[in-house]
């Protein structure tokens, strides 16, 4: 039952009271005994009657059965707190609708047996202000429904404020990519006031200097990425802090924070990542409402200044435009994220690389003979640097074969030192021992006068004892006399004739 026609019914309810009371009074004559018991019991029942009314949703007051609970409980969350919603209302309409019943029947009550009183002892001027009191009790009888119509009121306008804020927050989140990209292109306050009547969105936060720092790209950036397949498309709408020229009082070079508005293409010039390329690219970047192109090595790596920020709002200031929303630069942080983790194919790196080799052939340019090479600071840094490497590594070899030679000769000395004193132990194991003859004697040559010297078969010659005949070749051991062998070769002079 809808709250219209709820209402309606309570509105007809109260207004057959008010006929009823009316006929009754009037009808009513003092010889009607027993009329206060009739509407006492009449009353009775319809209090039973009310009571015997079966309850709405008997399951948790909410539901009708399991059943019905199970088939709300699958529906989406909106759905059900709408139902759930319309069925809290229907019970309280219904108490309510219960509770004025009653007060209606309890007010008919007091109202029938005043008026029984009255006909009793009254004429037709009693009658008359008996009709007086009936009109009154209209007015009191419509107060609890007129207290009803404001609460079904309230409660009305509280439900359709919250349908209106859910609605309004549906539309902010459907609604939002669409207004951050028209913020974007900095359109005027005319097109944006119009923007905003047909767009209730909420407003959106203003950037700050750290949201454009998340998606400013410098020269190494744009060298990694801009083979890439999609990289156009991705890094349209970044900042870069672009070099415009030097200060000539300081000497130090000159940055303007720039938003890239697209990309052409121009004379090929070389980039550095992790290798060295060519490409022909340029960027086209925007300060305040001045277009113009720039290679990507005119892109600093280094981060935004406040000074570079607050001269970019000057800019956009001076010609009447707004800055950008940070919605806006969110979502691009997010275009530039994917555009580093995309899935390669291979029809993409095959891409990639083709675009890298298009100007290969630049590496090795045609020498002239006449042209002497120009070569940069970092040229002359490599070229002195690689100097000192060889330098370093000429000083480190020399070093090496230094300690090499020293281990050399001291591994000579110690051979050296070693075969002098292996010869002395020979020397001294060849060295004949002395004679025992020389001990008896005292070494002297009297005892041997009367010996007769050695006589050498070969050559008929005789050898002195006093001077041995020196040996030549190897040397080798000779086994020590013993005492027999010394008398043995003894010549005492002594002859023996048998």
Same mark, same amino acid.
């Given at each position: 039952?809808?709250?219209?026609?709820?209402?309606?019914?309570?509105?007809?309810?109260?207004?057959?009271?008010?006929?009823?009371?009316?006929?009754?009074?009037?009808?009513?004559?003092?010889?009607?005994?027993?009329?206060?018991?009739?509407?006492?019991?009449?009353?009775?029942?319809?209090?039973?009657?009310?009571?015997?009314?079966?309850?709405?949703?008997?399951?948790?007051?909410?539901?009708?059965?399991?059943?019905?609970?199970?088939?709300?409980?699958?529906?989406?969350?909106?759905?059900?707190?709408?139902?759930?919603?319309?069925?809290?209302?229907?019970?309280?309409?219904?108490?309510?609708?219960?509770?004025?019943?009653?007060?209606?029947?309890?007010?008919?009550?007091?109202?029938?047996?005043?008026?029984?009183?009255?006909?009793?002892?009254?004429?037709?001027?009693?009658?008359?202000?008996?009709?007086?009191?009936?009109?009154?009790?209209?007015?009191?009888?419509?107060?609890?429904?007129?207290?009803?119509?404001?609460?079904?009121?309230?409660?009305?306008?509280?439900?359709?404020?919250?349908?209106?804020?859910?609605?309004?927050?549906?539309?902010?989140?459907?609604?939002?990519?669409?207004?951050?990209?028209?913020?974007?292109?900095?359109?005027?306050?005319?097109?944006?006031?119009?923007?905003?009547?047909?767009?209730?969105?909420?407003?959106?936060?203003?950037?700050?200097?750290?949201?454009?720092? #998340?998606?400013?790209?410098?020269?190494?950036?744009?060298?990694?990425?801009?083979?890439?397949?999609?990289?156009?498309?991705?890094?349209?709408?970044?900042?870069?802090?672009?070099?415009?020229?030097?200060?000539?009082?300081?000497?130090?070079?000159?940055?303007?924070?720039?938003?890239?508005?697209?990309?052409?293409?121009?004379?090929?010039?070389?980039?550095?990542?992790?290798?060295?390329?060519?490409?022909?690219?340029?960027?086209?970047?925007?300060?305040?409402?001045?277009?113009?192109?720039?290679?990507?090595?005119?892109?600093?790596?280094?981060?935004?200044?406040?000074?570079?920020?607050?001269?970019?709002?000057?800019?956009?200031?001076?010609?009447?435009?707004?800055?950008?929303?940070?919605?806006?630069?969110?979502?691009?942080?997010?275009?530039?994220?994917?555009?580093?983790?995309?899935?390669?194919?291979?029809?993409?790196?095959?891409?990639?690389?083709? #675009?890298?080799?298009?100007?290969?052939?630049?590496?090795?340019?045609?020498?002239?003979?006449?042209?002497?090479?120009?070569?940069?600071?970092?040229?002359?840094?490599?070229?002195?640097?690689?100097?000192?490497?060889?330098?370093?590594?000429?000083?480190?070899?020399?070093?090496?074969?230094?300690?090499?030679?020293?281990?050399?000769?001291?591994?000579?000395?110690?051979?050296?030192?070693?075969?002098?004193?292996?010869?002395?132990?020979?020397?001294?194991?060849?060295?004949?021992?002395?004679?025992?003859?020389?001990?008896?004697?005292?070494?002297?040559?009297?005892? #041997?006068?009367?010996?007769?010297?050695?006589?050498?078969?070969?050559?008929?010659?005789?050898?002195?004892?006093?001077?041995?005949?020196?040996?030549?070749?190897?040397?080798?051991?000779?086994?020590?006399?013993?005492?027999?062998?010394?008398?043995?070769?003894?010549?005492?002079?002594?002859?023996?004739?048998?």
């Amino acid at each position: 039952m809808s709250d219209d026609e709820l209402d309606a019914e309570l509105l007809a309810f109260a207004g057959d009271e008010e006929e009823e009371g009316e006929a009754s009074s009037v009808a009513s004559s003092p010889n009607s005994l027993g009329s206060g018991a009739m509407s006492e019991s009449d009353s009775d029942r319809d209090d039973q009657d009310h009571h015997d009314d079966g309850v709405l949703y008997p399951l948790e007051g909410k539901y009708i059965d399991a059943k019905d609970k199970a088939s709300i409980m699958a529906m989406s969350q909106l759905e059900r707190e709408k139902i759930l919603g319309e069925r809290a209302e229907e019970v309280e309409s219904k108490k309510f609708s219960a509770e004025l019943i009653r007060r209606n029947k309890q007010s008919e009550r007091e109202t029938s047996k005043i008026a029984e009183k009255k006909k009793r002892k009254a004429s037709t001027a009693d009658l008359e202000d008996n009709q007086r009191k009936s009109s009154r009790q209209k007015i009191k009888t419509s107060e609890p429904l007129e207290a009803y119509k404001r609460e079904r009121a309230e409660r009305g306008q509280l439900r359709k404020r919250q349908n209106d804020r859910r609605e309004r927050e549906r539309r902010s989140l459907s609604h939002e990519k669409v207004a951050s990209d028209i913020d974007a292109e900095g359109e005027s306050e005319v097109e944006w006031d119009s923007a905003k009547k047909t767009l209730p969105v909420r407003e959106e936060p203003t950037a700050v200097l750290r949201d454009f720092e #998340r998606i400013r790209i410098g020269r190494t950036g744009l060298a990694h990425v801009c083979f890439f397949p999609g990289f156009e498309e991705a890094v349209n709408g970044a900042f870069v802090r672009v070099g415009t020229g030097v200060d000539h009082h300081t000497g130090r070079t000159l940055y303007k924070m720039a938003q890239i508005k697209g990309f052409t293409e121009g004379k090929p010039y070389q980039i550095e990542d992790k290798w060295k390329y060519w490409t022909d690219q340029y960027v086209i970047a925007q300060h305040g409402n001045v277009q113009k192109e720039w290679p990507f090595t005119y892109c600093s790596n280094s981060r935004f200044t406040e000074a570079d920020y607050e001269t970019f709002k000057k800019a956009l200031t001076a010609n009447n435009l707004k800055l950008h929303k940070r919605p806006f630069l969110l979502e691009k942080n997010r275009d530039l994220n994917n555009l580093l983790e995309r899935h390669w194919t291979d029809a993409d790196i095959q891409k990639k690389i083709d #675009r890298q080799n298009k100007f290969a052939h630049l590496d090795h340019p045609t020498i002239t003979v006449n042209a002497a090479p120009k070569t940069d600071q970092s040229t002359r840094l490599d070229l002195v640097n690689k100097a000192n490497r060889k330098a370093n590594s000429e000083q480190i070899r020399k070093a090496l074969i230094e300690e090499r030679r020293a281990q050399l000769r001291e591994r000579e000395a110690r051979e050296k030192k070693r075969k002098q004193k292996e010869e002395e132990e020979k020397t001294k194991l060849l060295k004949p021992p002395k004679s025992n003859l020389d001990d008896l004697f005292d070494g002297s040559d009297r005892s #041997r006068s009367g010996t007769p010297s050695f006589v050498n078969k070969g050559s008929g010659k005789s050898t002195p004892l006093g001077k041995s005949e020196k040996k030549g070749g190897i040397p080798t051991f000779k086994k020590r006399n013993m005492d027999d062998d010394i008398i043995s070769s003894m010549d005492l002079g002594i002859e023996i004739d048998i």
